[in-house]
């Protein structure tokens, strides 16, 4: 919001400007919420949606147990209300 109109000329540098500063969003890692939200893409595989679910569950702490890991993962593919 207070971006200095000085050093903020051209497209990129305001999206160094967003970037720099919301990084922290990028390197929070994901937990169970994160996982319980994730949705499978319509043009996705499931092998390709499950290749991406257990790219984030291996950054999750505390690590998920497996049998927790089985519901979290099945329940991701649940009829919305």
Do not use: C, H
């Not at 994730?38 to 499931?46: A, D, L, Y």
């Not at 679910?53 to 049998?67: E, H, S």
């Amino acid at each position: 919001m207070r971006l200095d109109n000085i050093r903020i000329k051209r497209w990129t540098d305001l999206a160094d400007a967003f970037l720099k500063q919301y990084k922290f969003n990028l390197e929070i890692a994901p937990d169970r919420t994160s996982l319980i939200i994730m949705e499978k893409g319509t043009q996705e595989s499931v092998r390709a949606y499950a290749q991406r679910w257990r790219d984030q569950v291996i950054n999750v702490q505390p690590p998920l147990i497996k049998m927790e890991m089985v519901t979290l993962f099945a329940n991701t593919f649940r009829a919305p209300y």
